[in-house]
C-alpha cells in the first residue's frame, strides 16, 4: 500500500505564495500518478492538479496560470506551488496517489490533508 502525507499549508495573504507538499511511502512512487484536490467548508472536494508518471500535467481552470504541480521521484515527492493565492483558494488540501494497473483498474490513495488559508 502507499502512505501520504502532506505539509506546507499554512495562513497566507492574498497573492502571496505557498508551496505543499506530499511525502509517499513504498517503492512504486515512480509508477503514480499524483494529484491535489482541495475541499472548502460547505462545498465538495474538487479537482486541483495532476502529474502522471511521466510528467504530463494538467490543472483545474481556476487554478491555471497560478499554480504549477510537479514531482520529485528521488525524494517521493509531488509538489504545489501555489503563487498568486486567492481568497477563493483557501481549502483543505489533499494529496492523491493513483496507480493504474490497467485501463479500468486503478487504486486509489489519500493523505489526510493541510489546510491553507488566505485572509488579509
Known amino acids: 500500500q502507499v502512505q501520504l502525507v502532506e505539509s506546507g499549508g499554512g495562513l497566507v495573504q492574498p497573492g502571496e505564495s505557498l508551496r505543499l507538499s506530499c511525502a509517499a511511502s513504498g517503492s512504486i512512487f515512480r509508477f503514480l500518478t499524483m494529484a491535489w484536490y482541495r475541499q472548502a467548508p460547505g462545498k465538495e472536494r474538487e479537482f486541483v492538479a495532476v502529474?502522471?508518471?511521466?510528467?504530463?500535467?494538467d490543472y483545474a481552470d481556476s487554478v491555471k496560470g497560478r499554480f504549477t504541480i510537479s514531482r520529485d521521484n528521488a525524494k517521493n515527492q509531488a509538489l504545489l506551488q501555489m503563487n498568486s493565492l486567492k481568497p477563493e483558494d483557501a481549502a483543505v488540501y489533499y494529496c492523491?496517489?493513483?496507480?493504474?494497473?490497467?485501463?479500468?483498474?486503478?487504486?486509489?490513495?489519500w493523505g489526510q490533508g493541510t489546510q491553507v488559508t488566505v485572509s488579509s
Open positions: 502529474i502522471t508518471s511521466i510528467g504530463s500535467t
Open positions: 492523491r496517489a493513483t496507480f493504474t494497473r490497467a485501463v479500468g483498474s486503478a487504486s486509489y490513495y
